[in-house]
């Protein structure tokens, strides 16, 4: 298969070529034509649907670059202001005319004579948004954009002083994994107690959202957010038991495994308990892993690692670092996290990350890269409808990429040993961040199916789920404290309400990829390519079968699953 990375800007027909969203005045016009246009035949139609995905890809560029721009500089207020601007000022504006331009398509008699395989899942999502749309909810979404990131704004103030020295979080996290054990023990209480001095504020800022988006869901007739949310996620092919499905597998069939990882920890670490401060250390005399020293650093040995892989894939980063669509170690004032920013009128994205030289980067930076080729994938799909790619195999792009990459790591590793070493943490991690993902799902269907939760109740629930999730071989004594307020850390559940079990449901979709790839390298990569270029124009189960994959994330299949990860982990112990 060829791919070129020579991604070209979108080119204007519709819009002037210098047309900026500067103001509702500037904007309106357009969205107006669209409304009043007459069509009079199928070609006019799918005229108007061109010119209908060109300005959606750039009022959609134009808010990612104010969302790039304020993560970047939290203490920026100019940044904060322009953000705040669009959300509360334009994008309020916009969903009316969204709603509007949604029933004439539909309306359309032409929409029949639309090729109904081509447009299967666009005209699938048009209806759903139409049944979701509320007037009532538009000031409520404004607000929930703009109070959702004032977790960004309070995270990225946290720092900790270690060793005379002042860290991000982010930055702070390196010390867990340093063979002192007092130092990684002071690493841990500096980290939490910091989180903790924001605990109230951010308890409040989650109270306010819950709220807010309960409003949400009774206004389109919901019983509940969750209800409602699985509708606006698209979730057309699994449902709420399915997630409970998933999270007692995770607990039958990957927390024995988790067990076994850490018994072997404590064990390797000569340790009568393993306590969390515990769990990402190696041996006594056995030095960190220190993959790369600086962001230029870790851009050019990921590019290196994938050009080994598929000259595509490295051409790809090589695009962005042209472009400067890179911002990639954690300094203060910057705001937590990774995300790869879809632009879908430039096509080439952006990646944000906060490296501070770990392995975690490492993968997250070839996590991101396996969204950004996606996004490259995509570009010259026809309407900006087409690109919206189901979430779980957004993320089949990025944590696939995660497990491919891993053959070519002697990029970061040139001693044999810390390249085993390297590769155990990942599959470790591959492991462990199951239970992790089913605490924070089900915390979430507790959290919305019970919306007017005190704060103590949300911490009761907490500590419950996470208990059920959590490893017996992991000592917790005296830190229930810091285990009631956890939640706090994941940002999703600010941001990006119930997008996580997406990871869990990609993972498995990973782990089946490379499989695949273990008995047949090249089929394994043009089946990834071949499913990530279908876009959003499949539905879920046809792009898993695109890429050789059965969706189903029963306890059979995870089962299985897990046990090829552990097999592999046993090889790589024999060397």
């Known amino acids: 298969m060829n791919h070129s990375a020579d991604i070209k800007k979108i080119s204007r027909h519709f819009l002037p070529g210098d047309f900026a969203v500067t103001s509702w005045e500037a904007l309106e016009p357009y969205l107006k034509d669209l409304e009043e246009r007459k069509i009079n035949n199928v070609s006019e139609l799918e005229q108007w649907l061109r010119d209908s995905s060109e300005l959606e890809a750039v009022i959609s560029e134009d808010a990612s670059w104010r969302q790039i721009r304020v993560t970047c500089d939290t203490d920026n207020k100019d940044l904060e202001e322009a953000y705040v601007f669009f959300m509360m000022e334009i994008q ?33 999502n048009v209806r759903k948004n139409i049944d979701l749309f509320r007037e009532t909810n538009i000031p409520l979404f404004a607000e929930l954009n703009v109070e959702s990131q004032r977790f960004a704004v309070i995270s990225g103030k946290m720092t900790v002083h270690i060793k005379g020295n002042e860290y991000t979080l982010q930055q702070a996290t390196k010390f867990l994994e340093n063979p002192d054990r007092n130092l990684r023990e002071e690493a841990y209480r500096k980290i939490n107690e910091r989180r903790l001095q924001d605990k109230n504020e951010l308890n409040e800022l989650y109270t306010k959202l819950i ?7 009774l206004n389109a007739g919901f019983n509940n957010f969750r209800d409602f949310k699985f509708v606006e996620m698209g979730r057309f ?42 769990i990402n250390a190696g041996p006594a005399g056995i030095e960190p892993l220190h993959p790369f020293t600086t962001g230029t650093e870790l851009i050019k040995k990921t590019i290196s690692c994938f050009k080994e892989l598929d000259p595509f894939f490295s051409d790809c980063l090589e695009k962005m670092k042209d472009m400067r669509h890179l911002d990639l170690e954690s300094r203060k004032g910057k705001a937590p ?72 790591w002697h990029v970061f590793f040139k001693n044999k040993e810390e390249l085993i070493r390297a590769k155990e943490q990942q599959l470790e991690r591959v492991i462990t961040i ?84 273990k008995q047949n390298k090249r089929q394994a990569l043009d089946n990834y390519i071949n499913a990530l270029s279908f876009g959003g124009t499949k539905t879920l189960p046809e792009l898993f079968k695109a890429a050789g994959l059965k969706f189903d994330f029963s306890p059979k299949p995870i089962s299985e699953l897990m046990q090829f990860v552990k097999k592999e982990m046993e090889a790589l112990d024999k060397g």
Not at 97 to 121: A, H, V
Not at 211 to 216: A, I, M, N, S
Not at 238 to 252: E, G, L
Not at 441 to 469: C, G, L, S
Request: glycine share 6%; net charge negative; with cysteine.
């Open 434 to 517: 199951f239970p992790w993902i089913a605490t924070i799902d089900k915390f979430q269907h507790w959290v919305y199916e019970h919306p007017d939760h005190t704060e103590e109740e949300r911490a009761t629930a907490w500590m419950r789920i996470v208990n059920e999730f959590s490893s017996p071989v992991i000592d917790f004594t005296g830190l229930d404290e810091y285990r009631k307020y956890s939640w706090q850390k994941q940002l999703h559940l600010f941001e990006v309400p119930f997008y996580y079990i997406e990871y869990g449901i990609a993972q498995l979709g990973a782990i089946g990829l490379w499989r695949e790839y």
């Open 211 to 217: 709220k807010k988006r309960h409003r949400v869901a």
């Open 92 to 124: 309020p504006k916009i969903q009316p005319y969204t709603d509007k331009l949604n029933r004439k398509l539909l309306g359309n008699p032409f929409t029949r004579e639309l090729d109904s395989k081509k447009y299967f899942t666009y005209l699938r």
């Open 237 to 278: 092919d699994y449902t709420k038991n399915d997630c409970f499905q998933f999270h007692d597998a995770v607990r039958m069939h990957v927390l024995p495994l988790v067990n076994d990882i850490y018994e072997r920890k404590k064990k390797k670490l000569s340790l009568p308990s393993l306590r969390p401060w515990d």
């Open 337 to 408: 996290g990774g995300y790869n920013m879809p632009l879908l009128e430039s096509g080439a994205p952006f990646i944000f990350m906060n490296a501070a030289g770990q392995l975690d980067d490492v993968t997250t930076m070839v996590h991101e890269g396996g969204h950004a080729i996606h996004s490259f994938l995509v570009h010259n799909l026809e309407l900006s409808g087409f690109k919206e790619c189901p979430t779980e195999m957004a993320e089949v792009a990025s944590m696939s990429m995660e497990l491919f990459s891993m053959d070519h």
